[in-house]
């Protein structure tokens, strides 16, 4: 049994209290809404973010930051993607030299350009900082159905702690060390995810569905493997296992924001409606600052963003990449 710190109340970090508590462990739950803290302490269930997920008594819950990360031997950063950096300048006072933390958020900041394990290392550069992420939504990991997911760190040694500590016969935990490529897919697939959204709200079909899917992850490979991630790791959980669970699910945030704005909504509507952060909208202008840097063509994401922040019509959108310079899909490869 380990003493965890959940640092994050939300749908995901719920959902992981309540496998990881079914797993044995000793879980307390952080958040920084006292309100959220209390209704969690009266209900145990996190009505607004994952009803019907009711967490066990072992769990516990606090608003005291310092109480949540003393003495764990393992922290689970599972709070929204914008608030990583200001949660982790708190937090680093109470981490001791060494410490785990696992994050399990999605993402990447608009204006560095970091991944958010990036954030964590230089806010809390005495900790041991990993990652968590699949195709794994909150709603169905609360409800026991079976998941697999991949944990990626610096040593074998970070990423099989965590691959012991959160496995169950529920729940199938991969370890990688590209820890880098297994982040840019969580994050990037959020943006074409939205893609696939807008298509949907415009009323188009599986082939629209197919191809966005296909693209997508190119692109999300390309920019990659020109940061260093491994090819890999795109053909896995955290690439395409995880894009197409984002794509093809109502559970996921980003789809169905998409789907409003493909509608006629504005994306703050469309934010609005869904009522939690819709990560992809955080991480699509980021997309092209590492496009720029790297020098690499993002041909969906770009247009995603011309839809997000450009008052591009998504109809023109999706016409402007169908009509694209013609193009060889294999690359580096000889014709007969």
Same mark, same amino acid.
Not at 70 to 75: C, F, G, I, P, T
């Given at each position: 049994m380990a003493k965890i710190g959940m640092i994050g109340a939300g *749908?995901?970090?719920?959902?992981? +209290?309540?496998?990881?508590?079914?797993?044995?462990?000793? %879980?307390? &739950?952080?958040?920084?809404? !006292?309100?959220?803290?209390?209704?969690?302490?009266?209900?145990?269930?996190?009505?607004?973010?994952?009803?019907?997920?009711?967490?066990?008594?072992?769990?516990?819950?606090?608003?005291?930051?310092?109480?949540?990360?003393?003495?764990?031997?393992?922290?689970?950063?599972?709070?929204?993607?914008?608030?990583?950096? *200001?949660?982790?300048?708190?937090? +680093?006072?109470?981490?001791?030299?060494?410490?785990?933390? %696992?994050? &399990?958020?999605?993402?990447? !900041?608009?204006?560095?350009?970091?991944?958010?394990?990036?954030?964590?290392?230089?806010?809390?550069?005495?900790?041991?900082?990993?990652?968590?992420?699949?195709?794994?939504?909150?709603?169905?990991v609360g409800k026991g159905l079976p998941t697999t997911i991949v944990a990626g760190a610096r040593t074998k040694a970070t990423a099989e702690f965590i691959q012991n500590i959160f496995m169950s016969p529920v729940f199938r935990v991969y370890t990688s060390p590209d820890v880098m490529g297994i982040e840019l897919g969580a994050a990037l697939k959020n943006v074409v995810a939205l893609a696939a959204g807008i298509a949907d709200g415009l009323g188009y079909g599986d082939n629209t569905k197919a191809a966005l899917i296909t693209r997508g992850i190119t692109e999300i490979g390309r920019l990659g493997m020109a940061m260093g991630g491994r090819f890999e790791t795109f053909c896995g959980l955290s690439g395409i296992g995880d894009l197409i669970v984002t794509c093809a699910s109502m559970h996921s945030r980003n789809r169905r924001a998409g789907i409003l704005i493909g509608q006629g909504y504005t994306v703050q509507e469309a934010m609005d409606r869904v009522q939690m952060v819709v990560e992809g909208v955080y991480s699509a202008r980021a997309a092209m600052g590492l496009a720029e840097k790297y020098q690499v063509s993002l041909p969906i994401i770009e247009q995603v963003n011309e839809v997000l922040f450009g008052g591009k019509a998504p109809a023109d959108a999706v016409r402007d990449l169908m009509l694209r310079d013609k193009k060889i899909e294999i690359t580096d490869t000889e014709w007969h």
């Open positions: *749908s995901w970090g719920t959902a992981l +209290a309540w496998l990881l508590s079914n797993n044995g462990h000793e %879980v307390t &739950v952080w958040s920084a809404l !006292e309100d959220e803290i209390a209704m969690l302490k009266e209900t145990r269930e996190q009505k607004s973010k994952l009803p019907g997920v009711v967490l066990q008594e072992a769990v516990s819950f606090t608003a005291d930051l310092a109480e949540a990360v003393a003495e764990k031997e393992l922290l689970v950063l599972a709070v929204p993607s914008p608030f990583t950096r *200001s949660t982790s300048r708190r937090m +680093a006072p109470h981490v001791r030299e060494g410490q785990i933390i %696992v994050n &399990v958020a999605k993402g990447i !900041e608009e204006g560095t350009l970091m991944t958010l394990s990036q954030i964590i290392e230089q806010e809390i550069p005495q900790a041991d900082v990993a990652v968590l992420s699949g195709p794994s939504h909150a709603e169905e």
